[in-house]
């Protein structure tokens, strides 16, 4: 729809076009009116429409997709306009633009959008001025964005972790209480069976079993011993024989050391003093597993503080492998497949930084680096030191990042993972946590095969980094 003299007048009166000249209204005359229902999708995410345009009555929203999740960015009203940013920079629509009042639009082509700015200098102003203003803030809510999501993955894979040894901690305490019940009900029972030498027999292998080490065996040789042993126990009248035995033979024993036991005992106390020493030795194994479990806890619970940097000043000296150490274990979910290589140099010294920062980097390093590998293939960490900067080097055997995208790697919004799984932004928060707050760079190099992405950070730096944080 072409533009009559009212449409003309109306364009002409928008805020952006108000200030022009007689002489530069030329440029509006290349531009068409259109009309667009409720529910009219003017851009869709990641797409290239090579439109410029002006709202002039109803209402557009803009939505980005994060994690399948639609998240609303903004709404324009009439008189505001959209698409400049995206032709500015030459890149697809970080967002997507849905008409969701009856609108009618001024729609310019790429071509005639670039003759407007060349031409009105007070259009070109505005313009740049505006997708400045709306490419910083839609880094930054895409930036906390990022964070929160990355919080998000990192405390359901920690959540995941927790999860095993509390649960094993929990089953061991629910058993301690039985094993502990069964200790008294047995000690009861031999009360009146044992006289004093049998009751330092009894004492004496119990010790000699909880010292003994118990030789490794496969699930064929243990499952042979267990039944061998559960087979003695039936013969000696001891009840649950076979829920018994593989206490006995975890703990090394055989029907041998067994027999050998009992021969010292009264026949009507084997039962009981078998009992007694599956309980006893079942207790040792059970406050082990407890005592397994609460120190991994608190190991989770140290890397956690570890990665945040939980109640320490934000800039001090820090050791770069207790940071990478506590994002590998933060990322421990993801790495249960992956073979992962550490090349450590722990020669290299401690450096002022700050660790909470560069602890991010790692993750996105680490974290695409696995994704390279489809979670499954070979990744390497390392440290070195190359002059006087300290260097630290992620390495995967992914199919490596084709030449066509490398050029892009550090432009804001790109991305090579689909619509709503990345936010485009990763390294260029690591580039700029890593340039800008610590004098370093990041440099990379990939083929099919190998990815190496190279972080290199001042051992010395003859001034602090700006207080004011970037990324």
């Known amino acids: 729809m072409t533009m009559n003299p009212t449409d003309f007048q109306q364009v002409r009166s928008t805020p952006l076009f108000a200030g022009l000249t007689d002489a530069q209204v030329n440029c509006l005359e290349p531009g068409e009116i259109i009309e667009a229902a409720t529910g009219t ?3 869709s995410e990641g797409e290239r429409t090579g439109f410029f345009h002006v709202l002039l009555e109803g209402e557009v929203r803009f939505t980005r ?10 709404v324009t009203k009439p008189g505001n306009y959209l698409g400049e940013t995206m032709l500015l920079l030459d890149i697809p629509w970080v967002a997507a ?6 609108a009618r639009l001024f729609r310019l082509d790429e071509d005639n959008f670039w003759r407007m700015l060349t031409a009105c200098q007070t259009i070109t102003r505005e313009i740049f001025r505006a997708a400045s203003n709306r490419m910083r803030n839609l880094e930054g809510y895409s930036q906390q964005r990022e964070k929160l999501v990355s919080l998000g ?5 920690l959540a995941h972790e927790l999860n095993n040894p509390a649960a094993a901690a929990r089953r061991a305490a629910a058993h301690l209480q039985e094993t502990t019940d069964n200790v008294q009900s047995f000690l009861c029972q031999l009360s009146k069976a044992l006289e ?33 042993v559960a087979n003695w126990l039936e013969g000696h009248g001891v009840a649950g024989a076979w829920d018994l035995a593989p206490t006995f033979v975890n703990a090394g024993l055989d029907s041998v050391w067994l027999a050998e ?5 009264p026949p009507a106390s084997h039962a009981g003093a078998l009992g007694w020493l599956e309980a006893r030795l079942n207790l040792k194994s059970l406050v ?6 609460t120190a991994r806890i608190a190991e989770l619970v140290k890397a956690v503080k570890s990665y945040s940097y939980m109640d320490q000043s934000p800039m001090q000296e820090v050791d770069i492998h207790e940071g990478i150490e506590s994002t590998l274990t933060m990322l421990g979910h993801k790495l249960k497949n992956v073979t992962l290589v550490r090349a450590f140099d722990r020669s290299v010294p401690r450096i002022m ?15 695409n680096a696995i994704d390279a590998v489809k979670g499954a293939g070979k990744i390497c960490v390392g440290t070195s030191r190359e002059d006087d900067q300290l260097v630290v080097e992620v390495v995967d055997d992914g199919p490596g990042i084709p030449p066509d995208v490398q050029s892009h790697m550090f432009e804001p919004f790109f991305t090579t993972k689909s619509v709503g799984t990345g936010t485009g932004l990763g390294l260029i928060i690591s580039n700029r946590i890593v340039g800008d707050r610590h004098g370093g760079e990041i440099e990379f190099e990939s083929r099919p095969g190998e990815t190496r992405f190279k972080v290199r950070l001042p051992i010395h730096r003859e001034q602090s980094p700006s207080p004011q944080q970037e990324a």
Request: aromatic fraction near 6%.
């Open 261 to 265: 036991l009992a021969d010292k005992l």
């Open 153 to 157: 993955t990192m405390a359901a894979g």
């Open 288 to 293: 082990s597993q407890v005592e397994q479990s």
């Open 97 to 102: 633009a849905r008409v969701s009042k009856p």
């Open 196 to 228: 004093p030498e049998h009751w330092q027999y009894l004492l004496n292998a119990a010790q000699e079993a909880s010292e003994r080490n118990p030789p490794a065996l496969d699930h064929l040789e243990r499952s042979d011993q267990a039944d061998s």
């Open 65 to 74: 997709t994060y994690d399948r999740q639609s998240i609303l960015m903004g």
């Open 353 to 367: 930084a700050y660790g909470s920062e560069l602890n991010q980097v790692w993750t996105n390093l680490i974290d």
């Open 41 to 43: 999708v003017l851009a």
